[in-house]
């Protein structure tokens, strides 16, 4: 069975900086899109980044322009997501995807393969 395995969730305070990774196991999705998304207590899932199959182009909530930034490694079947200048509200379940596409997209219906999701939360 195809897993997206996310890793590096954990406790900040504001102001810091995590970087969470994400890695398929059982195939690549070098011709995919990949994206990151968040759930907050409460709210709806929300996409927050996404990476075009060859990392020439990406994407970014505007809540999170500036200070996130998204990458990939094929021959590793990773994705990253650097965050920077965390804030309280950037407090959520992280999740990265695989898109259907070679573009990633801002609908969580476009996506196909899902991880486990990893939590990030960040005091005040």
């Known amino acids: 069975q195809v897993q997206l395995v996310e890793s590096g969730g954990g406790l900040v305070q504001a102001g810091g900086s995590l970087r969470l990774s994400c890695t398929a196991s059982?195939?690549?999705?070098?011709?995919?899109?990949m994206g990151w998304f968040r759930r907050a207590p409460g709210k709806e899932r929300e996409f927050v980044s996404g990476?075009?199959?060859?990392?020439?182009?990406?994407y970014y909530a505007d809540s999170v322009k500036g200070r996130f930034a998204i990458s990939r490694d094929n021959s590793k079947s990773t994705v990253w997501i650097q965050m920077n200048s965390l804030k309280p509200e950037d407090t959520a379940v992280y999740y990265c995807a695989a898109a259907r596409k070679p573009y990633p997209s801002t609908d969580a219906s476009d996506y196909n393969y899902w991880g486990q999701g990893t939590q990030v939360t960040v005091s005040s």
């Open positions: 990476i075009s199959y060859n990392s020439e182009r990406t």
């Open positions: 059982r195939r690549t999705f070098s011709n995919n899109g």
